[in-house]
């Protein structure tokens, strides 16, 4: 069982910054690839950016240069530096962690409760 935590959404002026935060708590050991997922109004969630526990990172298209992830696997957080945000970054961010149970030769998706971000023009 994993449980996330996340925090640092809020509401930014066109070409700041925020930075989110999400702490695992729970049975870590197993956590694999952590990532950040958006959801627009009226749109699908989509993948922003993912971290292996090895380092290794991904974005989205429309983030990279803008966005950064990053992890920190002793601590159990991952967080997503944003800067130049713009309008269409606004909706809610959510954390995920997919755990590794080989045990039971299988894994598991957890997702944080969501975080607001709002980007006024």
């Known amino acids: 069982q994993v449980q996330l935590v996340e925090s640092g959404g809020g509401l930014v002026q066109a070409g700041g910054s925020l930075r989110l935060s999400c702490v695992a708590s729970?049975?870590?050991?197993?956590?694999?690839?952590m990532g950040w997922y958006r959801q627009a109004p009226g749109k699908q969630r989509e993948l922003v950016a993912i971290?292996?526990?090895?380092?290794?990172?991904n974005y989205a298209n429309d983030v990279k240069g803008r966005f950064t992830i990053s992890r920190d696997n002793a601590k159990g957080t991952v967080d997503l530096q944003m800067n130049s945000l713009k309008p269409e970054d606004t909706g809610v961010y959510y954390c995920?962690?997919?755990?590794?149970?080989?045990?039971?030769?299988?894994?598991?998706?957890?997702w944080g409760q969501g975080t607001q971000v709002t980007v006024s023009s």
């Open positions: 995920h962690a997919n755990v590794i149970r080989p045990d039971e030769l299988r894994s598991y998706d957890y």
């Open positions: 729970g049975s870590v050991l197993g956590l694999n690839v």
């Open positions: 971290a292996t526990r090895g380092g290794s990172t």
